[in-house]
């Protein structure tokens, strides 16, 4: 079993929909929780973290954590053509990052 | 720009031969990864440095690859022996440590490698 899991999609929205991409994990030592956007041939570039349980709010993004639970959320409000990327959801204890395998996510005009 | 650099961008090689990546941090960040990521995967965590010393291998790094950061600056990732199972994408991010906050990881484009 990995230690983070990510339903990989595709996932394919209108316009204008609510999106809701989510991970579990098994290794109750993590304590930060990040949510990255990765276009095609870029780098992975940080939207949201986390710090422990609770939900963060950042614009069109919310980023839910449930540590009882080992599950964590993003939720994009009014979806843009524009977020068309992979998301990846990534946790760390410390000083290495372990990733799930990234959902693809297209937003359809 | 002064986000993290990676050179090169893309690299093709035959089974067998060596490659070495190179990667620029963001100046003034102390910690600096790598990763490797293939396809439909998320980056896979193989090193990281605080200033010039190694402090943390994954398992996945295996004796073929080799690290560096010799004046706590840019560093380099060599591969000897290339196997076609190498072939992937080798992401560079550096980072900032401060004692009891998040340190965020700020990413490279990256250096695709093809082994043929």
């Known amino acids: 079993q990995k230690e983070v899991e990510q339903d990989p999609g595709p996932l394919s929205v209108p316009e204008g929909a609510i999106v809701s991409l989510n991970c579990t994990y098994s290794n109750s030592a993590f304590q930060y929780f990040m949510w990255y956007r990765q276009y095609s041939r870029k780098g992975p570039e940080l939207l949201m973290y986390?710090?422990?349980?609770g939900n963060k709010e950042d614009g069109r993004f919310t980023a839910q954590v449930d540590k009882s639970s080992k599950y964590i959320s993003l939720f994009i409000r009014d979806s843009q053509p524009s977020d068309s990327a992979t998301y990846l959801c990534a946790m760390s204890r410390s000083n290495d990052m372990r990733f799930g395998a990234g959902t693809r996510l297209t937003v359809k005009p | 720009d002064t986000g993290v650099s990676q050179d090169p961008r893309h690299k093709i090689t035959k089974r067998g031969q060596n490659v070495t990546f190179r990667c620029d941090p963001i100046s003034e960040h102390n910690r600096l990864y790598w990763y490797r990521q293939t396809l439909g995967q998320g980056p896979e965590f193989l090193t990281y440095?605080?200033?010039?010393?190694?402090?943390?291998k994954s398992r996945l790094l295996s004796d073929r690859f080799s690290a560096e950061r010799p004046k706590g600056s840019f560093s380099t990732l060599e591969i000897q022996r290339t196997e076609q199972g190498d072939s992937a994408m080798y992401l560079c991010?550096?980072?900032?440590?401060?004692?009891?906050?998040?340190?965020?990881?700020?990413f490279g484009p990256g250096t695709r490698l093809t082994v043929l």
């Open positions: 440095f605080q200033n010039e010393a190694q402090l943390e």
């Open positions: 986390t710090y422990s349980s």
């Open positions: 991010a550096s980072s900032l440590s401060t004692s009891g906050h998040y340190n965020e990881q700020f």
